[in-house]
């Protein structure tokens, strides 16, 4: 019984500390920028869940929610590459490609916060993706130094669905590390002016 509870502090810590930051795309604060995490490819384009995400991100850019959106994910082969994927994704959807900005090398949850704040000067940002990994998406890029919103798309709840959900309590654990032991990404490089200059180029 004492294992089963330490087991689950980190979830209880990624439910405290982030209750007030949910929001839905309707009621979210007006913010420069939305950070949308990768979910994965199929065949070269966004899977479905990724897709979702993309949605919510391109009715917050439509809506005047937000100006620019930076897209995370994984580009480690070159016969993989969610970011420009992502940003394709969007131009079809009414963002225009200079409102997208793409990160390369966001491989993890904290990876992609570290880099929003350290290489591309992101202070504050809505947080995109499906409802069972927001939580710790806001925990983490808040203690990367973002300060953060977090919407939480919602899916059929099928068989990736209950999947995610039950990843998350193993992943809550890693995440209280990474929180704690604040590591630098698997890649950090030097610092890009994408966002900044997207911003200063109007970001609509």
């Known amino acids: 019984m004492g294992l089963c509870v330490l087991g689950l502090l980190p979830v209880t810590w990624m439910f405290v500390t982030t209750g007030d930051r949910l929001r839905s795309v309707d009621d979210v604060p007006r913010t420069d920028v939305a950070v949308v995490f990768g979910a994965g490819l199929w065949d070269g384009?966004?899977?479905?869940?990724?897709a979702h995400r993309l949605d919510a991100a391109a009715r917050l850019y439509r809506d005047g929610g937000v100006r620019v959106v930076l897209v995370t994910g994984d580009n480690s082969r070159d016969d993989y590459d969610e970011p420009d994927a992502m940003r394709a994704?969007?131009?079809?959807?009414?963002v225009p490609g200079r409102a997208v900005v793409r990160d390369y090398a966001g491989f993890d949850t904290w990876d992609s916060c570290v880099r929003a704040k350290k290489i591309f000067g992101v202070d504050r940002a809505v947080l995109i993706s499906q409802g069972f990994h927001i939580r710790r998406a806001v925990a983490l890029c808040e203690a990367a130094?973002?300060?953060?919103?977090?919407?939480?798309?919602?899916?059929r709840?099928?068989?990736?669905?209950?999947?995610?959900?039950?990843?998350?309590?193993?992943a809550a654990g890693k995440a209280a590390l990474?929180?704690?032991?604040?590591?630098?990404p698997r890649f950090?490089?030097?610092?890009?002016?994408?966002?900044?200059?997207?911003?200063?180029?109007?970001g609509r």
């Open 178 to 184: 990474d929180c704690v032991f604040r590591p630098d």
């Open 157 to 170: 709840h099928d068989v990736t669905w209950y999947y995610g959900g039950t990843r998350e309590v193993f």
């Open 45 to 50: 384009e966004p899977s479905p869940y990724l």
């Open 188 to 202: 950090l490089g030097e610092r890009e002016t994408g966002v900044s200059d997207a911003l200063e180029a109007g």
């Open 89 to 94: 994704y969007l131009t079809r959807h009414g």
């Open 145 to 155: 130094g973002v300060v953060s919103y977090g919407v939480g798309v919602d899916d």
